[in-house]
């Protein structure tokens, strides 16, 4: 069994920030993806930022220059640092990892950007 924990999200001013976590625990051997989603309400759910099975990373456009993501692999962690937000940032933001080809998904935070 996989458990995905996520932290951090919250209600924010636009132009504020945050740093989202997600921890992985369990069995997490061979973890090659690590990535961040988002779906807002009546949209589908998109790719927001990721570290590819190669170890690179990948941002969508709509966050490059704003957003950030990073991982600790001593702790089974990926952190999104969120810059710069904008009301179009709104969604539940879900983390994933991939374990030898199977997806992982976690229960998702809430991010609002309003003011």
């Known amino acids: 069994q996989v458990q995905l924990v996520e932290s951090g999200g919250g209600l924010v001013q636009p132009g504020g920030s945050l740093r989202l976590s997600c921890a992985a625990s369990?069995?997490?051997?061979?973890?090659?993806?690590m990535a961040w989603y988002r779906q807002a309400p009546g949209k589908q759910r998109e790719l927001v930022a990721g570290?590819?099975?190669?170890?690179?990373?990948q941002y969508s456009d709509s966050v490059k220059g704003r957003f950030t993501i990073s991982r600790d692999n001593a702790k089974n962690t990926v952190h999104l640092q969120m810059n710069s937000l904008k009301p179009e940032d709104t969604a539940v933001y879900v983390c994933?990892?991939?374990?030898?080809?199977?997806?992982?998904w976690g229960q998702g935070t809430q991010v609002t950007v309003s003011s």
């Open positions: 994933k990892v991939v374990i030898f080809a199977t997806p992982y």
């Open positions: 369990g069995s997490i051997f061979g973890i090659n993806v």
């Open positions: 570290y590819t099975g190669g170890g690179s990373t």
